[in-house]
């Protein structure tokens, strides 16, 4: 088993910048094995993948939304996944997620269907 814990969400204005960070564990546990994925759920709407990165840091892709402000990036040996957004928006505004899985290794799947870990999600909050 893998836990995942988010954190750095809070209430910005637009234009803003925030991090999130994601903090795994588990027993028996190497998380460079895993890809990890970032989605984002507003009220009343499905869950949206936001950026992914393979399990080397090899790959990543991000949804269009966002690309270009915001940037994922990992730190294998603190066990730890971070979502950089840059120049925050008011649509941005959603409960963030973060996401594992073993059996991706370097695809980068913006299926949540695909990722069998996550977090209880973080709330971002941009006002215009």
């Known amino acids: 088993q893998v836990q995942l814990v988010e954190s750095g969400g809070g209430l910005v204005q637009s234009g803003a910048s925030l991090r999130l960070s994601c903090a795994a564990s588990?027993?028996?546990?190497?998380?460079?094995?895993?890809?990890v994925g970032w989605f984002r759920q507003a009220p009343g709407k499905e869950r949206d993948f936001v950026g992914g990165?393979?399990?080397?840091?090899?790959?990543?892709y991000y949804a269009d939304s966002v690309r270009g402000r915001f940037t994922i990036s990992r730190d294998n040996a603190k066990n730890a996944v971070y979502l950089q957004m840059n120049s925050l928006k008011p649509e941005d505004t959603a409960v963030y997620y973060c996401?594992?899985?073993?059996?991706?290794?370097?695809?980068?799947?913006?299926?949540?269907?695909?990722?069998?870990?996550w977090g209880q999600g973080t709330q971002v909050t941009v006002s215009s």
């Open positions: 588990g027993r028996t546990f190497s998380f460079s094995d895993y890809a």
């Open positions: 990165m393979s399990w080397s840091g090899t790959n990543t």
């Open positions: 996401s594992a899985d073993r059996n991706l290794g370097q695809v980068v799947s913006t299926g949540w269907y695909e990722y069998d870990y």
